[in-house]
């Protein structure tokens, strides 16, 4: 698959695949037992670096968002659509698709599928799932996505012969983009050719919990504040585009 995806980039002006999951920062995973009541949101103060920096390198990308985020925040949503971006979805809440099981993904689907119309007056063509949940064991996911006309999943499973397309997410996001260095990525893009990443872990306020333990605070937090630097470097080296864009859909 990721042959494929190299065979589709090169066809259009050698531009990179540029992929954000707009999530709150709170929704990582293996946070969530550690987090306080309150908490602020931080979204639009993360975003809104990540957007001027695209701007001023003439670069598109997609933004995979949840519907929660969506819900919350239309006018950032709109105006990140509005400067040429892709809005595709996250799911509604973020829920690993396994616990949410058939019935309610079909619920939370649908609510994206409204939610992102009414923001920006089209449907959403890219799905990927929270945690790359969509995998063998919850691929029943498939069939419901493309009935809601869905055109690709982004994800880090392949599934040959589903109804969508497969663009496969690649490794970069996480800790990964924070811990290995600038000439690794320039590297690797060259190969994958898509690079993915959370506004959230390029936003050096992101707040701390201070009481998970260490190991989960590396993941979260390690050099959380050189990543913007590191994006614009990767910015300099490379053109960027969105999924619909350089895959033409
Ligand atoms: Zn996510």
Known sequence: ???????????KKNKIILTFDLEFWYDTE????????????????????????????NAQATFFTTGKVMEKYPELIKQIHS???????HGYSHEFLGKLAKEKFVEEMKK???LTEKTIGEKPK?????????????SWALLILAE????????????????????????????????????????????QRILYLHPHELYKDTPIIERA?????????????DSLNKLEKLLQSFQFGSVEQVLGL
Request: net charge positive; hydrophobic share 40%; aromatic share 16%.
């Open 83 to 89: 400067q040429g971006h892709e809005i595709a979805s």
């Open 1 to 11: 698959m990721l042959g494929d995806l190299a065979m589709f980039t090169s066809q």
């Open 126 to 138: 890219g799905f990927r799932a929270p945690c790359f949940s969509l995998n063998k064991k919850t």
């Open 30 to 57: 293996f946070l969530k037992e550690y987090l306080p009541e309150s908490r602020q949101d931080c979204l639009v103060e993360s975003v809104l670096p990540v957007l001027n920096l695209l701007k001023k390198y």
């Open 148 to 191: 809601l006309g869905f055109k690709y999943h982004s994800g880090r499973s392949s599934m040959p012969g589903s109804a969508l397309l497969e663009v496969p997410a690649g490794y970069s996001g996480g800790v990964y983009f924070r811990l290995l260095p600038v000439f690794f990525f320039k590297y690797l893009l060259k190969k």
């Open 213 to 225: 333990p260490g190991f989960k605070k590396f993941l979260k937090y390690y050099r959380v504040k």
């Open 112 to 114: 994206c599928v409204e």
